[in-house]
C-alpha cells in the first residue's frame, strides 16, 4: 500500500523521482530510478530487478552502488533476503545484521551490506516480475517516511516494467505479422479507409512488378482494371463494411507495371488501429489455374472424343454373338463382375479378351474409375518395372521426373494385364506381392504404397503348361485363375459368323461412306469353313478388306479371304465343287504361305509399323508364335536365334 508524503523535504524526493525519470525509459529509466532512490533514501546502494523463474534468479536492470553503476549483476534467488521478498510477497526489511542472517549470501559480505530494504514488483496479473530493493552498510530506521517514498519509486518501477513487457509483446507480434506478410505467396495490400495503399508485402512487389515506394500511397483503383476498382469499393463500402474476411464474388483484373493484366482471386477484410479503419485485401493469382483448369477441360474433351472414335475404330463395345459358347460366356462375366475376383480370360489371339476384360469392368462397381492396361508383351524387359510401380525422379539413368506406375493410376479401378504369359519371372513375384497385399513400392522410393486394384489379366498361352516348365510362377497362376474365363475361337461359334460379318459390313460401309449388300447364304457358308486363325480381329479385316475390293455395293470375299489370292484356292465361279470344304492341312498351308508372304513384303521385320504382324494386323507375339507352330522360319533367323517369349523386331 502506499502512505502519501506530508513533508516538504518528501516533495521534494517525489519531484526527484518524476523529474529523474520522466524523460527516460527502459534502461535509461532504471539507472535514473535507483540513482534516485539511493540518493532519497540515504543508503550506498539501490538495484532493481527482473525475475527469471526458469532458473530462479534475479538480473539487475539497473543497480547503484557507492556512487556508480554495477553492470551485469545477477544471483541465485536462494539464501538470500531477495527470496523472503518474493516468496512472502511483501515488502521486508532488515534494519541491522542482515549478513548474520543470510551467512551463505557471499555478495552482501562483498557488498558490505549491514541493512537491506526490498519490495516484490508485481504484474498486473499479479505474478512478480522482479523487485526494487536497497542496502546500506550502516542499519535502516524503519521510519513510516522512507518506506512510503520506497514504495512509490517500487510503483514506478512496476509501471515501467510492466510497460515494457508490452513493449516486448508487441514487438514479438509485429515481428510475427511481418514474417507471415514476407513468406505468403498471395499478394497482401493494406489500404486506409480512403482506400489508399499503406502497406503491401513482398508477393505484391512480384506480382505487380511494381516496387513497394511505388505502390504506397497510391489508390487501390490505380493497380485495378474498370469493373474490379467498382467491385472492391462496393465491397467496401457495402452497410457494415467488410467485418470479417469476405469472398469476392468475382475475380478481380489486376495491371501490372507493365500494363499486363492477371486474373486475381480476392479475399478482402478489415481492422481498427488508432480508430482508423483498413481494409486487407489478399490477391491470388489464378492465371495458372485457369489455365490449368482450360487444360483439363481441353484434355477431358479430347479424350472423350478419342473413346468415341476408339470405339468407332475397334467396333462395338459391346461383345456380339448369341451362340451357347457366347451365352454361357456373358453369364460367367455378370456373375464374376459384381465381385472384386481376379479374373483370368483365356482364349486364342483375336477371340475378343480385351472386350471381355472391359466387360468385367464396365459391369463392376469399378465402372466409373479407370481401366488401365498394360500389354505385357510390348514392354521392354529393362522398363516393366517402372511401367508398372511408376518411378522417383532419377531412380535410374533417364529417369529425368517422377512417374506413376499404371497399378497407381488405376487405384480404384482395374488393371488389364494383357497377355500376362510374356512377364519375366521377377516381375511374376512382384505382382504377386500386389495381388496378395495390395502394396508396392516405385523404383527408387523406399515408400509402401497401398492401391485398391481389380486385376485381370488374360492370355493365349497356356499357363499350366509353363508352369509345369517353370517359365511362370505356380503361385501367381493360381492367384490369377481365381475365376477362369474362356472366351471361344470364331471356329467353334459359326453360329454368330452372320451377326458379326453384319455388323462389321454395317459399320465399315458407314465408315467408308458406301453401300455394303448383305453377304450371301453360300459367302457365309464360305466364311463358317474358314478356320479363322485370327478370329474375330481376322473377319473384322477381311469384311473391311471385301468392301474395298468390291468392284460395286457387294463385298469381295473371293479376293478378301486370306491366301485365296496367293494360293490357288477354288474361286465360287470356277470350281466345280463349290461346297468342297478345306483340308486343316490346306488351311494351314493357307496361313504358312500368308505369314511368309507377309515376312516377305516386311522384309523379315516382323514387328513395328511396317512389320509383318502390322501388315495381318495382329500383334507380333502371336505372328510369332503362329510361325513357329507352323514352323515358318525367317531367314536372319536361323543364324540368330531370338527367344521366342519377346518380340522379334
Ligand atoms: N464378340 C465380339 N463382338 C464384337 N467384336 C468383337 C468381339 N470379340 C472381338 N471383337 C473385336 O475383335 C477385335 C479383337 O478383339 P480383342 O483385341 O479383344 O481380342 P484379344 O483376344 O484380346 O486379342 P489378342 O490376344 O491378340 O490381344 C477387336 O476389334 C474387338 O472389338
Known amino acids: 500500500m502506499t502512505v502519501a508524503p506530508t513533508s516538504p523535504g518528501d516533495t521534494d524526493a517525489l519531484r526527484l523521482v518524476i523529474e529523474g525519470t520522466v524523460s527516460e525509459t527502459g534502461p535509461g529509466f532504471f539507472r535514473a530510478l535507483v540513482r534516485n532512490l539511493a540518493s532519497v533514501m540515504g543508503t550506498s546502494g539501490a538495484w532493481v530487478t527482473e525475475y527469471l523463474p526458469d532458473n530462479n534468479r534475479l538480473r539487475a536492470l539497473a543497480f547503484w552502488l557507492n556512487g556508480s553503476f554495477l553492470e551485469h549483476f545477477e544471483h541465485d534467488v536462494p539464501g538470500t533476503p531477495c527470496e523472503a521478498v518474493l516468496v512472502e510477497k511483501r515488502l521486508v526489511h532488515y534494519p541491522d545484521r542482515v549478513v548474520e542472517l543470510y551467512p551463505d549470501d557471499t555478495d552482501l559480505q562483498t557488498l558490505n551490506a549491514v541493512s537491506y530494504l526490498g519490495v516484490p514488483l508485481f504484474d498486473s496479473d499479479g505474478r512478480i516480475m522482479g523487485h526494487l530493493a536497497v542496502l546500506d552498510s550502516k542499519p535502516l530506521r524503519k521510519e513510516m517516511r522512507l518506506i512510503s517514498l520506497f514504495e512509490i519509486f517500487a510503483a514506478r518501477a512496476s509501471a515501467e516494467c510492466r510497460r515494457l513487457r508490452i513493449e516486448q509483446e508487441v514487438r514479438a507480434r509485429e515481428?510475427?505479422?511481418?514474417?507471415?506478410?514476407?513468406?505468403?505467396?498471395?499478394?497482401?495490400?493494406?489500404?486506409?479507409?480512403?482506400?489508399?495503399?499503406?502497406?503491401?508485402?513482398?508477393?505484391?512487389?512480384?506480382?505487380?512488378?511494381?516496387?513497394?515506394?511505388?505502390?504506397?500511397?497510391?489508390?487501390?483503383?490505380?493497380?485495378?482494371?474498370?469493373?474490379?476498382?467498382?467491385?472492391?469499393?462496393?465491397?467496401?463500402?457495402?452497410?457494415?463494411?467488410?467485418?470479417?474476411?469476405?469472398?469476392?464474388?468475382?475475380?478481380?483484373?489486376?495491371?501490372?507495371?507493365?500494363?499486363?493484366?492477371?486474373?486475381?482471386?480476392?479475399?478482402?477484410?478489415?481492422?481498427?488501429?488508432?480508430?482508423?479503419?483498413?481494409?486487407?485485401?489478399?490477391?491470388?493469382?489464378?492465371?495458372?489455374?485457369?489455365?490449368?483448369?482450360?487444360?483439363?477441360?481441353?484434355?477431358?474433351?479430347?479424350?472423350?472424343?478419342?473413346?468415341?472414335?476408339?470405339?468407332?475404330?475397334?467396333?462395338?463395345?459391346?461383345?456380339?454373338?448369341?451362340?451357347?459358347?457366347?451365352?454361357?460366356?456373358?453369364?460367367?462375366?455378370?456373375?464374376?463382375?459384381?465381385?472384386?475376383?481376379?479374373?483370368?480370360?483365356?482364349?486364342?489371339?483375336?477371340?475378343?479378351?480385351?472386350?471381355?476384360?472391359r466387360a468385367v469392368h464396365t459391369s463392376s462397381h469399378r465402372k466409373d474409375k479407370p481401366m488401365v492396361r498394360v500389354n505385357c508383351a510390348a514392354i521392354p524387359g529393362s522398363l516393366m518395372e517402372s511401367e508398372f510401380f511408376g518411378h522417383e525422379k532419377g531412380a535410374f539413368t533417364g529417369a529425368v521426373a517422377k512417374r506413376e506406375g499404371r497399378f497407381a493410376l488405376a487405384d480404384g479401378g482395374t488393371i488389364f494385364l494383357d497377355e500376362v504369359g510374356e512377364l519375366p519371372l521377377d516381375l511374376q513375384a512382384k505382382l504377386l506381392r500386389v495381388l496378395q497385399e495390395g502394396e508396392f513400392e516405385s523404383l527408387g522410393s523406399v515408400k509402401t504404397r497401398k492401391v485398391d486394384v481389380r486385376v485381370v489379366a488374360a492370355t493365349n498361352r497356356d499357363l499350366a503348361k509353363m508352369v509345369a516348365e517353370g517359365s511362370f510362377r505356380e503361385d501367381l497362376y493360381y492367384r490369377l485363375n481365381v475365376f477362369?474365363?474362356?472366351?471361344?475361337?470364331?471356329?467353334?461359334?459359326?453360329?454368330?459368323?452372320?451377326?458379326?460379318?453384319?455388323?462389321?459390313?454395317?459399320?465399315?460401309?458407314?465408315?467408308?461412306?458406301?453401300?455394303?449388300?448383305?453377304?450371301?447364304?453360300?459367302?457365309?457358308?464360305?466364311?463358317?469353313?474358314?478356320?479363322?486363325?485370327?478370329?474375330?480381329?481376322?473377319?473384322?479385316?477381311?469384311?473391311?478388306?471385301?468392301?474395298?475390293?468390291?468392284?460395286?455395293?457387294?463385298?469381295?470375299?473371293?479376293?478378301?479371304?486370306?491366301?485365296?489370292?496367293?494360293?490357288?484356292?477354288?474361286?465360287?465361279?470356277?470350281?466345280?465343287?463349290?461346297?468342297?470344304?478345306?483340308?486343316?492341312?490346306?488351311?494351314?498351308?493357307?496361313?504358312?504361305?500368308?505369314?511368309?508372304?507377309?515376312?516377305?513384303?516386311?522384309?523379315?521385320?516382323?514387328?513395328?509399323?511396317?512389320?509383318?504382324?502390322?501388315?495381318?494386323?495382329?500383334?507380333?507375339?502371336?505372328?510369332?508364335?503362329?510361325?513357329?507352330?507352323?514352323?515358318?522360319?525367317?531367314?536372319?533367323?536361323?543364324?540368330?536365334?531370338?527367344s521366342p517369349a519377346r518380340g522379334i523386331s
Open 175 to 357: 515481428e510475427e505479422l511481418s514474417s507471415l506478410l514476407q513468406g505468403a505467396m498471395d499478394g497482401i495490400v493494406v489500404l486506409d479507409d480512403s482506400l489508399r495503399i499503406v502497406r503491401v508485402n513482398p508477393a505484391v512487389q512480384r506480382l505487380f512488378g511494381y516496387q513497394p515506394e511505388q505502390m504506397i500511397g497510391q489508390e487501390a483503383k490505380w493497380f485495378l482494371a474498370g469493373d474490379s476498382a467498382k467491385l472492391l469499393t462496393e465491397c467496401i463500402r457495402q452497410p457494415g463494411g467488410p467485418e470479417r474476411q469476405v469472398w469476392i464474388p468475382s475475380r478481380l483484373t489486376v495491371i501490372r507495371a507493365d500494363q499486363s493484366r492477371f486474373p486475381a482471386e480476392a479475399t478482402l477484410s478489415s481492422f481498427e488501429c488508432r480508430r482508423t479503419r483498413f481494409f486487407t485485401l489478399i490477391l491470388r493469382n489464378i492465371d495458372e489455374r485457369i489455365e490449368a483448369e482450360q487444360h483439363i477441360a481441353r484434355l477431358s474433351s479430347e479424350t472423350e472424343y478419342l473413346r468415341k472414335a476408339l470405339a468407332d475404330e475397334t467396333g462395338v463395345d459391346e461383345l456380339l454373338g448369341n451362340s451357347p459358347p457366347m451365352l454361357s460366356l456373358k453369364a460367367a462375366i455378370q456373375q464374376v463382375a459384381t465381385t472384386d475376383a481376379t479374373v483370368l480370360i483365356h482364349g486364342e489371339t483375336g477371340t475378343g479378351k480385351e472386350l471381355v476384360a
Open 484 to 642: 477362369p474365363l474362356a472366351v471361344p475361337a470364331l471356329r467353334e461359334r459359326t453360329q454368330d459368323l452372320p451377326l458379326l460379318a453384319a455388323a462389321f459390313q454395317e459399320r465399315f460401309s458407314r465408315r467408308m461412306g458406301c453401300k455394303s449388300e448383305a453377304l450371301h447364304p453360300e459367302e457365309l457358308r464360305r466364311l463358317a469353313a474358314y478356320p479363322w486363325p485370327g478370329n474375330i480381329r481376322e473377319l473384322q479385316n477381311v469384311i473391311e478388306r471385301a468392301i474395298i475390293l468390291a468392284p460395286g455395293t457387294h463385298p469381295d470375299l473371293v479376293k478378301a479371304l486370306p491366301g485365296q489370292c496367293c494360293v490357288e484356292a477354288p474361286r465360287r465361279d470356277e470350281t466345280k465343287d463349290e461346297n468342297r470344304v478345306l483340308t486343316a492341312s490346306e488351311i494351314e498351308e493357307i496361313e504358312r504361305s500368308n505369314l511368309q508372304r507377309a515376312l516377305d513384303v516386311a522384309s523379315g521385320k516382323v514387328s513395328g509399323p511396317k512389320g509383318a504382324a502390322a501388315l495381318l494386323n495382329i500383334p507380333p507375339s502371336t505372328f510369332t508364335s503362329r510361325m513357329k507352330a507352323l514352323g515358318v522360319e525367317r531367314q536372319q533367323e536361323s543364324r540368330n536365334p531370338v
